[in-house]
């Protein structure tokens, strides 16, 4: 049966159904998530304005969406861990120069297991790049309660500078984040290492008097392995977990981890449409009606609608082994793909762009129907979210209009991470090099595109200037894809999509897995699935179980060589 613009009308009705859920995952850093962040606080601020006028009472918002490009002031209270009470160490604003003054580094202990006098070590998971409050279940169960269980040893969380309430400075102007860089976020923790006094505890626990193992997922597992390399006389051992040890300007290889490991048939859908869509707006008179059929005929710019529309697929980042903390997102989004017409029902067995798929739209134009559930996704999860801000689409997703990005408040916590990417990581989300290569993000994704935030929220300041391009080399100069020490274990996940930029990447050179220097790569795993831990390691799946114990096995023997 050939699908024409009958049953078009029909088609939207049947696809009503999908899902309308509008929050928003994990994904790459952009002037796409900028908006995102902003729309977020957008919905909150209007929450709470309502709120207000329906009841004199202030009601507490008990969602927790966790890092979703919420902005933090705006958020719910975090959930609670009275064991653990905050505390702060002193730290130099610039470690270079001391007249910067000092600032007040936050991080939370766990005793749970500690024994006095029994060498046990101290684990350290470094808070990485949002606010140590979002760390806080990795010390409760997570790998952090695992090592320091199967150790003896104290547990901590370390917040970075900038993020949280580790706060340097006043504002988050361009000369203000000057001090945000990968030199003096190491030099804060190798000061923490060599003099911090826990509370309650008698015994010095400093490096390297005592061993340290310092553990970092994704960003924050990068700064495990320089640690490693840049202090050894006081990282007695690290861990990096998806480890992105590897900085790139380019980083279209993220989307392409996705489209291999995606369902093929999901992989088949996104391409297709992807194909189509930067083909159709090439024809002038069908590019305004494309954006429309997605609801986004007045967002302005061709460029900022294909952002919009790749949305959908960094939610494969949020997929996780424990269904408490994972995300099901891009398996929906997948499913929704898939969704037959109504009175059409075999068609969704047949291959894409397959004659009877297709539906008839414009100027004789075919399109496969998988495109109109594609539209309708984008709508009922995307465009609705600015309808129900009392927003214009332009308003919530253009990317054009500079005064939307010269904020310095420091409640514009978006700032933070895009500055490190402006500046030393890069890892820009662009279509492949090669535009014939098979791809799931339009053409139209280019570099230029993906680093105009960049000159847009940091204009030069008096002491700083945004370099043109992120010096990556001040990165990749400590050890890259082959980065290696003794006692540095390496963990990454096979189908997480920055497995590009960490030492299991295709670009680099394979190694041998051993105790004193592991390198493991968990099947089926996406982003550092190894920190995330339930309170019985029997009742986490077996790949979990496994890398859980292999941790544990490779720090005893690690420990069994310690010398104070």
Same mark, same amino acid.
């Given at each position: 049966m050939?699908?024409?613009?009958?049953?078009?009308?029909?088609?939207?009705?049947?696809?009503?159904t999908l899902t309308?859920?509008a929050?928003?995952?994990? &994904?790459?850093?952009s002037a796409?998530?900028v908006?995102l962040?902003?729309? /977020?606080?957008r919905?909150?601020?209007l929450?709470?304005?309502?709120?207000?006028q329906?009841?004199?009472?202030?009601?507490?918002?008990?969602?927790n969406?966790?890092f979703?490009?919420e =902005?933090?002031?705006?958020?719910?209270?975090?959930?609670h861990?009275p064991e653990?009470?905050?505390?702060?160490?002193?730290q130099?604003?610039?470690?270079?120069?001391?007249?910067?003054? %000092?600032?007040k580094?936050?991080y939370?202990?766990?005793?749970?297991?500690?024994v006095?006098?029994s060498?046990?070590p101290? $684990?350290?998971l470094d808070?990485?790049?949002t606010?140590?409050?979002d #760390?806080? =279940?990795?010390?409760d169960?997570g790998?952090?309660e695992?090592?320091?269980?199967?150790?003896?040893?104290v547990?901590? $969380?370390?917040?970075h #500078? !900038?993020?949280?309430?580790?706060m340097?400075?006043?504002d988050?102007?361009?000369?203000?984040? #000057?001090?945000?860089?990968?030199e003096?976020?190491a030099?804060?923790s190798?000061?923490f290492m060599a003099?911090v006094?826990?509370?309650?505890?008698?015994?010095?626990?400093?490096? *390297?008097n005592?061993?340290?193992?310092y553990y970092?997922g994704?960003?924050?597992?990068?700064?495990?392995?320089?640690m490693?390399?840049?202090? =050894?006389?006081?990282?007695? @051992?690290?861990?990096?977990?998806?480890?992105?040890?590897?900085?790139?300007?380019?980083?279209?290889?993220?989307?392409e981890i996705i &489209?291999?490991?995606?369902?093929?048939?999901?992989?088949?859908?996104?391409?297709?449409?992807m194909?189509?869509?930067?083909?159709?707006?090439?024809?002038p008179?069908?590019r305004?009606?494309?954006k429309?059929?997605?609801g986004?005929?007045?967002?302005?710019h061709?460029d900022?609608?294909a952002?919009?529309?790749?949305? *959908?697929?960094?939610?494969?980042?949020?997929?996780?082994w +424990?269904?408490?903390?994972?995300s099901?997102?891009?398996?929906?989004?997948?499913?929704?793909?898939?969704?037959? $017409?109504?009175?059409?029902?075999?068609?969704?067995?047949l291959?894409?762009?397959?004659?009877d798929?297709?539906?008839?739209?414009?100027d004789? !134009?075919k399109?496969d129907?998988?495109?109109?559930n594609?539209?309708?996704?984008i709508?009922e999860?995307?465009v609705?979210r600015?309808? +129900?801000?009392?927003?214009?689409?332009?308003?919530c997703? @253009? %990317?054009?209009?500079?005064?939307?990005?010269t904020d310095?408040?420091l409640?514009?916590?978006?700032?933070?991470?895009?500055?490190?990417?402006c500046?030393?990581? /890069?890892?820009?989300?662009?279509?492949?090099?090669?535009?014939?290569? *098979?791809?799931?993000?339009?053409?139209?994704?280019?570099?230029?595109?993906?680093?105009?935030i960049?000159r847009q929220?940091?204009?030069? @300041?008096?002491?700083?200037?945004?370099p043109?391009?992120?010096?990556?080399?001040?990165?990749?100069?400590l050890g890259?894809?082959?980065i290696?020490?003794? &006692?540095l274990?390496?963990?990454?996940?096979e189908?997480d999509?920055?497995? *590009?930029?960490?030492p299991?990447?295709?670009?680099?050179?394979? #190694?041998?897995d051993t105790?004193?220097?592991?390198?493991?790569?968990i099947?089926d795993?996406?982003?550092? !699935?190894?920190?995330? @831990?339930l309170?019985?390691?029997?009742?986490?799946?077996?790949?979990?179980q496994?890398i859980h114990y292999?941790?544990i096995?490779?720090?005893?023997e690690?420990?069994?060589?310690?010398r104070?």
């Open positions: 050939k699908l024409t613009a009958t049953f078009v009308s029909l088609s939207f009705l049947v696809l009503s309308s859920a929050t928003p995952s994990t &994904r790459p850093f796409q998530d908006n962040w902003k729309l /977020g606080a919905e909150k601020a929450a709470a304005s309502r709120a207000v329906m009841s004199p009472l202030v009601l507490q918002d008990s969602a969406t966790g979703s490009f =902005p933090s002031h705006v958020q719910p209270e975090e959930a861990y653990f009470p905050e505390q702060f160490f002193a130099p604003v610039d470690h270079t120069d001391p007249s910067h003054g %000092t600032f580094q936050r939370w202990v766990s005793t749970r297991h500690y006095p006098g060498n046990g101290v $684990i350290v808070g990485g790049e606010s140590g409050e #760390r806080l =279940p990795f010390l169960t790998i952090v695992i090592l320091a269980n199967a150790t003896g040893g547990g901590v $969380i370390l917040e #500078r !900038y993020y949280g309430t580790s340097p400075v006043p988050l102007s361009t000369d203000n984040l #000057r001090w945000l860089n990968n003096q976020a030099a804060d190798a000061n003099h006094k826990f509370e309650g505890i008698d015994e010095d626990l400093t490096a *390297p005592t061993p340290w193992i970092g994704s960003y924050a597992g990068a700064r495990a392995a320089h490693k390399v840049l202090y =050894p006389d006081l990282v007695f @051992g690290a861990i990096a977990s998806s480890g992105v040890t590897h900085a790139a300007l380019s980083n279209w290889e993220y989307y &489209r291999k490991a995606a369902d093929p048939i999901c992989s088949a859908h996104i391409e297709n449409a194909k189509t869509i930067d083909a159709l707006l090439e024809v008179h069908l305004q009606l494309i429309g059929l997605f986004l005929h007045n967002l302005e061709d900022d609608f952002s919009v529309i790749e949305g *959908p697929l960094s939610a494969w980042q949020g997929k996780n +424990d269904p408490e903390v994972g099901t997102r891009f398996d929906e989004f997948c499913e929704a793909l898939s969704r037959p $017409i109504a009175g059409a029902m075999h068609i969704a067995a291959p894409v762009g397959h004659e798929r297709l539906l008839t739209l414009w004789e !134009y399109i129907f998988s495109i109109l594609y539209a309708q996704w709508r999860n995307q609705k600015c309808v +129900d801000a009392e927003a214009t689409v332009e308003e997703y @253009g %990317t054009y209009d500079d005064d939307k990005f310095t408040s409640d514009q916590e978006w700032r933070l991470w895009l500055f490190q990417v500046t030393e990581w /890069g890892y820009f989300f662009t279509a492949p090099p090669d535009l014939e290569h *098979p791809r799931i993000v339009s053409k139209l994704m280019t570099m230029d595109y993906a680093t105009k960049c929220a940091y204009p030069p @300041g008096k002491h700083f200037t945004v043109s391009m992120p010096n990556v080399t001040a990165v990749n100069a890259d894809f082959a290696a020490a003794d &006692r274990a390496i963990i990454d996940g189908v999509p920055w497995r *590009p930029c960490t299991h990447s295709d670009y680099a050179e394979d #190694r041998e105790i004193l220097q592991p390198f493991k790569l099947p795993a996406v982003h550092h !699935y190894d920190e995330y @831990g309170r019985d390691i029997t009742a986490e799946p077996p790949e979990i496994q292999e941790m096995a490779f720090v005893l690690w420990l069994k060589n310690f104070a």
